[in-house]
């Protein structure tokens, strides 16, 4: 029987079908239907088993570096002059992203599923790198779906996973970013269903993915959490993060969601601004429909034709986002407000001169939603940033638009 | 299940031949050519037509019929128009039955009971949804059912005895066996094991079992004729359609005739196919 997340709790979904209220489930052909359930069956037993518990530990300490620290951005919040900014740094992580925390944590199950080929989608490319990572880790072959557009402008990350052992295959179908990626890996693994393990980077998909992937990531608020009232003796005011599928963001959410002092916001990409259609900001332009096995806002045309978003950010270049985040949109507990491209690459800039610390274009976006928001707040009040990766991928990109030359 | 597709099943199995179901993309490349093919495919030979809903994201789909669905939508085809295709075919037929084959979201966004509603004006007799497996029943197949038309689900090798009578449960029309695990325009597997295949879906179920998923020629219909109930040819006819138009990807003249010559052909090996195995 259908199953509502306890009342009292943001935090109980999904039931048992995968839901997120009216959102997520398991929207996906007849091929992968028994694949999910096992991948389920796998996922409910290893997440209660202590040894995959301790596994997950002993690689998070010693080949990811958990946990990542708590920063407090002390002349950034000094140059605003209101809120006191922390940053949670993921971006120090082995690989350079949170993106390594999901991919540890699936390779796993897929060890433990005796699978014997890792197959995985990526925008920005780094998800791909740590898939092609954790493979090279596991001994296991790793192809890598990558837009063609995103194969051209995160070439550094390109050249990374082809280093790494992966095989990165192109994808030219629509606009050659994110959505055809996914769309080319669903196929590949309804072709190979039998041998293959698809390590999806987001926490969107068929059921159990987006559960799955958001308890890999929400290490990033448990650690937090725990580094704040550390401190300052006290939780954030606010809690920012960027939202493209929403891995990163979830991640720092969740263990926060049924804390009410806290304020939780999600940054989408608003692109060249939500009038025309460059941009990305599925939920506050969007409109609920069915996607990549999960019911979420997308978007999309009034023939429920999915439209091609535009990011400066190719990490956030997907029309969806993960269902869980649709349901905390859609009962107010979480607050979703667009950044446009300029104003990202703005605080990109910022960051770099102020902290010494380079961005990725992703976190970069809520960044920009910090600096407008923190000179409006106390200096007694608490803003936590997830700093979900770093920029390294993006300086030729930014140089580029910035006119810096070679 | 609709009257009309009960009738076509028993029609052709007094026939002592199996169902030959083509699919195609409506609105590939334009709506008037579309048109014409769908009339066409009945005189040609064919049985059974599955019309094709163009999507823009047709995970289960390989080149072929992703390239169809772009067409198609580039020559401004939706879901609406693809309701108007089927109209405006069953005003000159009234015998061959129709199932929409195509992706959840576009229905979904149409609205399911204005969509069912229209549908049935429409003079359609059966949907095939690649994104609703029976766990998501509630959505549309349920609906369907109890407006009487069918929801025809796939079974695939992945589909295990443990999983087909969930499959089956609330299947109606015929059952689709995808005769591998892949996308559309795959390479066609060993024949006998589609015959072991269709033998263990049809110790679950009475309804009929077409076999698709890389039946390209006459003779693959020959053979797969040989232990189903019907043959699904899909992806040949539309790369019939594709080889026949312009750079530009109009229609020509030879679009239409195409079609028919190899769902000719195609209707030669199913009408072959009972005397092959008696053979």
Redesign the interface.
Same mark, same amino acid.
């Given at each position: 029987m259908n199953q509502s997340p306890k009342l009292n709790s943001f935090r109980s979904g999904p039931d048992e079908d995968g839901r997120f209220g009216v959102f997520g489930g398991r929207f996906v052909a007849e091929t992968l239907m028994p694949l999910i359930l096992d991948l389920q069956d796998e996922w409910n037993e290893a997440k209660n088993d202590p040894a995959f518990k301790a596994e997950l530990e002993k690689l998070g300490a010693h080949y990811i570096g958990r946990p990542s620290p708590l920063y407090f951005a002390e002349r950034l919040t000094a140059e605003l002059g209101g809120a006191k900014i922390y940053f949670k740094r993921e971006e120090l992580n082995h690989t350079g992203s949170h993106k390594i925390n999901n991919c540890i944590g699936q390779i796993l199950l897929a060890r433990r599923m005796g699978k014997t080929r890792i197959i995985a989608e990526t925008g920005a490319g780094q998800h791909g790198v740590a898939s092609a990572t954790v493979a090279a880790r596991f001994g296991l072959p790793c192809v890598v779906y990558m837009g063609a557009t995103d194969v051209e402008r995160q070439a550094p990350n390109v050249f990374r996973m082809k280093l790494l052992g992966a095989e990165v295959k192109p994808v030219t179908a629509g606009n050659g970013t994110l959505k055809d990626a996914m769309n080319e890996a669903l196929r590949d693994w309804v072709t190979n269903v039998e041998s293959t393990y698809y390590l999806i980077g987001t926490a969107a998909g068929p059921h159990p993915y987006p559960e799955m992937v958001r308890d890999f990531q929400a290490v990033i608020g448990q650690e937090a959490k725990q580094q704040i009232l550390e401190a300052e003796g006290r939780l954030p005011d606010l809690v920012i993060a960027a939202v493209g599928g929403g891995s990163n963001a979830i991640g720092i959410f969740h263990p926060f969601l049924d804390d009410e002092s806290v304020k939780i916001v999600g940054v989408e990409a608003g692109g060249k601004g939500l009038d025309g259609d460059e941009h990305c900001a599925s939920i506050t332009a969007g409109s609920p429909g069915v996607l990549h096995g999960n019911r979420t806002y997308l978007l999309q045309d009034g023939d429920g034709q999915i439209k091609e978003g535009h990011s400066i950010s190719a990490g956030l270049d997907y029309p969806g986002i993960g269902p869980e985040h649709a349901w905390l949109n859609d009962i107010g507990r979480v607050e979703y407000v667009p950044i446009l491209d300029h104003e990202a690459l703005e605080a990109f800039q910022t960051l770099t001169r102020l902290e010494g610390i380079i961005p990725a274009l992703e976190p970069s976006h809520a960044l920009a939603e910090v600096i407008k928001r923190a000179p409006k707040m106390g200096k007694d009040e608490i803003i936590l940033m997830n700093l979900s990766g770093r920029g390294d991928k993006d300086i030729f990109t930014v140089g580029k638009i910035l006119g810096m030359g070679q | 299940m609709t009257a009309r597709m009960e009738q076509r099943f028993a029609d052709v199995a007094a026939e002592g031949r199996p169902v030959l179901v083509t699919y195609f993309m409506g609105g590939d490349p334009d709506f008037d050519t579309s048109l014409a093919i769908m009339k066409a495919l009945p005189k040609a030979g064919a049985d059974v037509i599955e019309l094709g809903v163009?999507?823009?994201?047709? /995970? %289960?789909? @390989?080149p072929a019929i992703?390239l169809a669905g772009q067409r198609a939508?580039k020559g401004g085809q $939706?879901? %609406?128009k693809t309701l108007e295709l089927a109209r405006l075919f069953r005003e000159g037929d009234k015998r061959t039955p129709i199932v929409l084959m195509g +992706? +959840?979201?576009?229905? +979904?966004? +149409?609205g399911v009971d204005r969509f069912l509603d229209d549908a049935l004006k429409a003079g359609v007799d059966g949907l095939i949804v690649?994104?609703?497996?029976?766990? /998501?029943d509630d959505e549309l197949c349920i609906p369907a059912l109890a407006k009487g038309i069918s929801f025809i689900?796939? %079974? $695939?090798p992945? $589909?295990?005895d443990r999983?087909l009578p969930k499959?089956l449960e609330n299947t109606s029309g015929f059952v689709y066996y995808?005769s591998m695990? @892949?996308?559309t325009g795959?390479a066609l597997p060993d024949p006998s094991l589609i015959a072991g295949a269709v033998a263990r879906i049809k110790a679950h179920t009475r309804l009929p079992v077409c076999v698709g998923f890389g039946v390209k020629t006459a003779d693959h219909a020959r053979v797969i004729g040989a232990s189903a109930d019907g043959v699904v040819v899909g992806t040949a006819i539309v790369n019939q359609i594709a080889s026949s138009l312009t750079e530009e990807g109009r229609a020509t003249d030879a679009t239409v005739p195409g079609v028919e010559a190899l769902v000719r052909g195609l209707a030669a090996g199913v009408r072959a196919s009972r005397l092959a195995a008696a053979e």
């Open positions: - | 163009p999507f823009s994201d047709p /995970m %289960a789909d @390989g992703q939508l $939706t879901l %609406a +992706y +959840y979201n576009p229905i +979904y966004i +149409y690649v994104d609703l497996p029976p766990e /998501m689900r796939l %079974a $695939t992945t $589909t295990d999983r499959v995808v695990n @892949g996308i795959s």
